[in-house]
């Protein structure tokens, strides 16, 4: 079972930047396709950005040009670098892996961003 733990979460001012980290433990971990969600106040959970075993990225229309995710099979990590936050980027986000990006079996506990205006 993959455990992942994320950080670098925290308060920033509209414009700056952060980096998220997220680091996982178990085997097989270059086999998991892995994503990084956020949770507003009071919206559902959402996809912000996914990179599968074979190192594509996705990214939501939100974020693209802004976010880029990456992962290290070798430290297994998975970092999401965050440019140019805005206000609405604040939430709960989350790492998440599993087999393919319709079945995510194994989240972390979160780490919360808040972007202040």
């Known amino acids: 079972q993959l455990q992942l733990v994320e950080s670098g979460g925290g308060l920033v001012q509209a414009g700056r930047s952060l980096r998220l980290s997220c680091a996982g433990s178990?085997?097989?971990?270059?086999?998991?396709?892995m994503g990084w969600y956020r949770q507003a106040p009071g919206k559902q959970r959402e996809l912000v950005a996914s990179?599968?075993?074979?190192?594509?990225?996705n990214y939501a229309d939100s974020v693209k040009g802004r976010f880029t995710i990456s992962r290290d099979n070798a430290k297994k990590t998975v970092d999401l670098q965050m440019n140019s936050l805005k206000p609405e980027d604040t939430g709960v986000y989350y790492c998440?892996?599993?087999?393919?990006?319709?079945?995510?079996?194994?989240w972390g506990q979160g780490t919360q961003v808040t972007v202040s205006s």
């Open positions: 998440a892996g599993g087999f393919n990006m319709a079945t995510m079996t194994s």
């Open positions: 990179i599968p075993r074979d190192g594509s990225t």
């Open positions: 178990g085997s097989f971990f270059s086999l998991y396709a």
